[in-house]
């Protein structure tokens, strides 16, 4: 396996992507996606622990999160996120379609339904929907509005995909939501910088 093959397995992924993005997001479009992500994570010659490992425990931190492609702030972009035990988040949107498709290991997801009336920028009621384990061969998919947290329980760490229909570093709309219901910037207050990875 060669840095160059991955990179044209992400790019062939990523055209494909579009084309279905060029039809129109919904469930369906979301389900057909998820289907060719779910190929490219049964390529564990390509994306394991080795070539993207999780951060070291001495570190402190508890999630490295790759950028596999960079194609521009209008583009889907596809994300590997290699996490440790610990890892959680508190309840976001995403402003964008998003994907989540297990490599390695299980991912607690909590979708939620927003119950307030949205008129209140600064507080969000939220009401649990439903909980779902991303592992491999069970993704889970969201619209731009929908709402989930994560978790990462046990001892083994998580290697997943996270793609979205466009970059996260472009997403200024993206919010998460304290216990208190008081919501905040995502990007600003929750999310730590992306490492690219370049295909030499």
């Not at 939501?177 to 990007?187: A, I, M």
Request: charged letters at 25%; hydrophobic letters at 35%.
């Amino acid at each position: 396996m060669s840095n160059k093959e991955v990179g044209s397995a992400v790019a062939a992924l990523i055209e494909q992507v579009r084309a279905i993005q060029a039809r129109g997001i919904d469930r369906e479009a979301l389900r057909e996606i998820a289907g060719l992500l779910e190929k490219l994570a049964e390529r564990r010659d390509f994306f394991n622990f080795a070539s993207f490992p999780p951060p070291a425990a001495s570190e402190g931190k508890t999630a490295t999160r790759y950028r596999l492609n960079d194609d521009g702030d209008d583009s889907p972009t596809l994300y590997l996120n290699s996490l440790l035990p610990g890892k959680k988040t508190v309840p976001h949107n995403h402003e964008t379609w998003a994907i989540i498709v297990a490599v390695e290991g299980a991912e607690f997801n909590r979708v939620y339904l927003r119950t307030d009336d949205g008129s209140d920028p600064e507080f969000a009621e939220l009401q649990l929907e439903r909980e779902v384990t991303v592992q491999p061969g069970a993704p889970i998919a969201f619209l731009g509005d929908d709402i989930h947290d994560i978790r990462v329980e046990g001892e083994r760490p998580t290697l997943h995909f996270h793609l979205y229909g466009r970059p996260l570093e472009a997403l200024s709309g993206r919010y998460g939501v304290q216990p208190d219901g008081k919501v905040q910037n995502y990007n600003r207050n929750q999310m730590e910088p992306s490492m690219p990875v370049v295909y030499a």
